[in-house]
Nanobody, 128 residues
Framework: QVQLVESGGGAVQAGGSLRLSCAASGDTWNNNCMGWFRQAPGKEREGVAGIDTGGRSSGYVDSVKGRFTISQDNAKNTVYLQMNNLKPEDTAMYYC?????????????????????WGQGTQVTVSS
């Protein structure tokens, strides 16, 4: 089992920045994929960014490329999502997820079916 706790959400104006953190505990050694997903009211859950914690390969949804950066601190079992130049359309509940993949590139495609464990979420609200 893996427990995930997100933090760092909040309310910012458009153009601002936030850094989300996801602290993992439990059987983290067996889960090499870490990802961030988001879900806005009335919309489907969307994969935002994913990283292979072993090989460092990563991937992003097109709408956040160049603005968001996923990173990790293996010593702290923590994954971060640095979000810059935030837009109102980034407003959503953001969820951290963990899973195992045989190939690192799988983590970067950020598909919910590749992840087994989920956090409770942290709200991000961007005003115009």
């Amino acid at each position: 089992q893996v427990q995930l706790v997100e933090s760092g959400g909040g309310a910012v104006q458009a153009g601002g920045s936030l850094r989300l953190s996801c602290a993992a505990s439990g059987d983290t050694w067996n889960n090499n994929c870490m990802g961030w997903f988001r879900q806005a009211p009335g919309k489907e859950r969307e994969g935002v960014a994913g990283i292979d914690t072993g090989g460092r390969s990563s991937g992003y949804v097109d709408s956040v490329k160049g603005r968001f950066t996923i990173s990790q601190d293996n010593a702290k079992n923590t994954v971060y999502l640095q979000m810059n130049n935030l837009k109102p359309e980034d407003t959503a509940m953001y969820y951290c997820a963990a899973g195992y993949a045989a190939y690192g590139w799988v983590c970067g495609r950020v598909r919910a079916t590749d992840f087994s464990y989920w956090g409770q979420g942290t709200q991000v609200t961007v005003s115009s």
